[in-house]
T-cell receptor, first 114, second 112 residues
Framework: DGGITQSPKYLFRKEGQNVTLSCEQNLNHDAMYWYRQDPGQGLRLIYYSQIVNDFQKGDIAEGYSVSREKKESFPLTVTSAQKNPTAFYLC?????????????FGAGSRLTVL | GDSVTQMEGPVTLSEEAFLTINCTYTATGYPSLFWYVQYPGEGLQLLLKATKADDKGSNKGFEATYRKETTSFHLEKGSVQVSDSAVYFCALLKNTGNQFYFGTGTSLTVIP
C-alpha cells in the first residue's frame, strides 16, 4: 500500500546536537511538507517542497533545514539553532494538481530534547 | 491573509450525543475545505472534504456543508461514540498553489 513513512517514531536529543528526521513517500506525490505540532496547538508549517531540488520556508523555518534530492524523500534536520525543538513533527505529501487535492500525512516523529 | 478559525475545546460529550464543531474561514477565491482527525500519537487522517459551495462532505456518520455565504464548514455527527474521541482539525486549500491552512484543532472526548 502507498503511504508516507516517518522515522524514527521517537527520538531523544541532547542540547546542541543536530538530528535528522526521515520522511519517505511512495505515492508519487509532487509536493511534500513538514509541520510542527505542539501540545494544544495547531500545525505550523516549517518547510515545503513543490518539486525536486526546490523548497520554500514556511512560517517557522528558523533552526531547521531540509533537502529534496529525490521525489520520494524529504528529510528534516533540526539544528542546534532551534531553541525549543521538543515537539511532534509531521510530514505530509500532496499530488500537486489543482482541484480536490488531499494532504496525506505520515504517523509523525516525536522529538524530545533532554 | 487566509486563515481558519475553529471552535476551541476541549469538548466532552456523552455517548450518543449530537456533535457540532464550528469552523469558519477567511480566503479569497474558492478554496477546498477539509476536516482531518488525529488519534493520540498518530498523524492526521482525512475525515471528509468539500470542493465547492453547497457541497456536503460525509464519512463515518460525520457531515459538513460548505457554506460560502457564511464562510463556514461546521462538522456534525448525530450520535457520537467513544471511538470518536480524537482531535479534529478544519483546513482549507486555496485554489491557487498548494498551501494548506489549518485551524488549531478541537479535542473531543466521548464518555460512555
Amino acid at each position: 500500500d502507498g503511504g508516507i513513512t516517518q522515522s524514527p517514531k521517537y527520538l531523544f536529543r541532547k542540547e546542541g546536537q543536530n538530528v535528522t528526521l526521515s520522511c519517505e513517500q511512495n505515492l508519487n506525490h509532487d509536493a511534500m511538507y513538514w509541520y510542527r505540532q505542539d501540545p494544544g496547538q495547531g500545525l505550523r508549517l516549517i518547510y515545503y517542497s513543490q518539486i525536486v531540488n526546490d523548497f520554500q520556508k514556511g512560517d517557522i523555518a528558523e533552526g531547521y533545514s531540509v533537502s529534496r534530492e529525490k521525489k520520494e524523500s524529504f528529510p528534516l534536520t533540526v539544528t542546534s539553532a532551534q531553541k525549543n525543538p521538543t515537539a511532534f513533527y509531521l510530514c505530509a505529501s500532496l499530488l500537486g494538481h489543482s482541484g480536490a487535492n488531499v494532504l496525506t500525512f505520515g504517523a509523525g516523529s516525536r522529538l524530545t530534547v533532554l | 491573509g487566509d486563515s481558519v478559525t475553529q471552535m476551541e475545546g476541549p469538548v466532552t460529550l456523552s455517548e450518543e450525543a449530537f456533535l457540532t464543531i464550528n469552523c469558519t474561514y477567511t480566503a479569497t477565491g474558492y478554496p477546498s475545505l477539509f476536516w482531518y482527525v488525529q488519534y493520540p500519537g498518530e498523524g492526521l487522517q482525512l475525515l471528509l472534504k468539500a470542493t465547492k459551495a453547497d457541497d456536503k462532505g460525509s464519512n463515518k456518520g460525520f457531515e459538513a456543508t460548505y457554506r460560502k455565504e457564511t464562510t463556514s464548514f461546521h462538522l456534525e455527527k448525530g450520535s457520537v461514540q467513544v471511538s470518536d474521541s480524537a482531535v479534529y482539525f478544519c483546513a482549507l486549500l486555496k485554489n491557487t498553489g498548494n498551501q494548506f491552512y489549518f485551524g488549531t484543532g478541537t479535542s473531543l472526548t466521548v464518555i460512555p
